[in-house]
């Protein structure tokens, strides 16, 4: 069984400082890691994903998330956030990438 | 572009009803569609995968009784919770993988039971 652990529930910064939300799974196989944000009452939106290849991975609005083995960690990275980037910022891990399983979430709050 | 369409956004049902969403996949053909549910400030919990030609994966605490699912062709897939009760309530998430591996998400259907 893989489990995906988000240790913060709550994350608040202000604008223009850097972020990082941290995401640890537990799974000895090769698996799908994602990040996804979901803003108010919405669905998913899709930030980035990593399976193989270079451990740092870019997404989209300036997010990226470095994959370590050895601490089984896929943390979340902006350098600097905007006030639109509040949300709630979920990590999923996948063996196939269509059975997902996500963490907790985090809610990130901006102050401006 | 692909994207994924729920219907509907927003259902209120009496306790002991039924409500069915449905799925519709635009710009691309999914191999597989998955549900999940977030129940209030919860997480996403994976509901059932559906993958065409093999008979539907329903997870711990789900059941094909209480979550029937139609999975007819590679672009439509819908959903019913059967006799909905307070703790169904929660936004219903449908995610379709396409061939090339790419998974989209709709934007849910939330339910409301009453």
């Known amino acids: 069984t893989q489990t995906v652990s988000q240790s913060d529930a709550h994350v608040t910064v202000f604008e223009g400082d850097s972020v990082e939300l941290r995401c640890n799974y537990s799974y000895g196989g090769s698996i799908y890691l994602s990040w996804y944000i979901q803003h108010h009452g919405r669905g998913l939106q899709f930030l980035l994903k990593?399976?193989?290849?270079?451990?740092v991975v870019q997404g989209v609005n300036g997010f990226e998330a470095e994959f370590s083995k050895s601490d089984s960690s896929f943390h979340l990275r902006k350098a600097s956030v905007h006030w639109s980037d509040s949300a709630v910022y979920f990590c999923?891990?996948?063996?196939?990438?269509?059975?997902?399983?996500f963490g907790d979430g985090t809610q990130l709050v901006v102050k401006p | 572009g692909a994207l994924v369409y729920q219907y509907p956004r927003r259902t209120i049902c009496k306790s002991g009803t039924s409500m069915r969403m449905e799925c519709q996949a635009v710009?691309?053909?999914?191999?597989?569609v998955a549900w999940y549910r977030q129940s209030p400030q919860k997480t996403f919990e994976l509901i059932a995968l559906?993958?065409?030609?093999?008979?539907?994966?329903?997870e711990q605490n789900f059941t094909q009784e209480k979550f029937p699912i139609s999975h007819p062709n590679l672009s439509f897939s819908s959903m019913t919770v059967l006799n909905a009760y307070l703790e169904d309530r929660g936004l219903y998430l449908c995610g379709a993988t396409a061939n090339t591996g790419q998974l989209y998400f709709g934007e849910g259907s939330k339910l409301t039971v009453l």
């Open positions: 990593y399976y193989s290849g270079n451990p």
């Open positions: 559906s993958t065409v030609n093999s008979a539907i994966k329903y």
């Open positions: 710009g691309f053909q999914a191999t597989s």
């Open positions: 999923a891990a996948s063996m196939n990438n269509n059975r997902i399983f």
